[in-house]
């Protein structure tokens, strides 16, 4: 892309992620700037109360710390393993650009739906579009003053890849970031 288009695109505010989840109808508590198999993306989450008040009342903090999933693998009691307290609901992705949309969602796709939010102008070319479509990668366009609109629902895809010890990490990792207040409460 020339230095021009580069320039039209900064010239846009970006849609917050709480617009974009709020478009998406994921209701829950979004996460920000969380580095996900290096990228840095916002992840939506749900609390499960019940789990997150047995934790906390039985001693079970959040484990972000990945030398602690490590024990998973040894054999050992069931009670090592505590029961997630979030539930991750989808990952939102700021690029500048569709082209590398793909790039950054493409893996992210196995954990849970992921969608892209892009400036207004970087919606007019319809390839990359039908392109994310066909990858089940959603994309959400708009400002937080006009808000956010849908312009390609995300699939679901993460059935396709099964759960993931890293998946069960990440958990871990948003649940600390929430029980430390280091989230956003998403408007309805």
Same mark, same amino acid.
């Given at each position: 892309m020339s230095t021009l288009g580069r320039a039209r695109y900064a010239a846009y505010v970006p849609l917050s992620p709480q617009h974009a989840a709020s478009a998406l109808g994921w209701r829950g508590v979004v996460v920000p700037d969380v580095g996900v198999l290096g990228?840095?993306?916002?992840?939506?989450?749900r609390i499960h109360?019940?789990?997150?008040?047995?934790?906390?009342?039985?001693?079970?903090?959040p484990q972000p710390d990945p030398s602690w999933f490590r024990t998973w693998?040894?054999?050992?009691? %069931?009670?090592?393993?505590? !029961?997630?307290? =979030?539930?991750?609901l989808g990952i939102l992705v700021?690029?500048?650009e569709p082209d590398r949309a793909l790039t950054a969602c493409g893996t992210l796709i196995s954990l849970a739906p992921c969608a892209v939010v892009l400036p207004e102008p970087a919606l007019a070319d319809p390839w990359p579009l039908s392109e994310l479509d066909y990858y089940g990668v959603g994309v959400v366009g708009g400002t937080d003053e006009t808000g956010g609109t849908v312009v390609v629902p995300p699939e679901d895809r993460s059935?396709?890849?099964?759960?993931? %010890?890293?998946?069960?990490? !990440?958990?871990? =990792?948003?649940?600390d970031r929430v029980v430390k207040g280091m989230h956003v409460w998403q408007s309805s």
């Open positions: 990228y840095r993306v916002s992840a939506v989450v109360e019940e789990v997150d008040r047995w934790r906390r009342s039985n001693g079970w903090p693998f040894n054999p050992g009691p %069931l009670d090592r393993t505590p !029961l997630p307290a =979030v539930e991750l700021t690029e500048s059935g396709e890849f099964g759960p993931s %010890l890293y998946g069960r990490w !990440l958990q871990e =990792v948003l649940y």
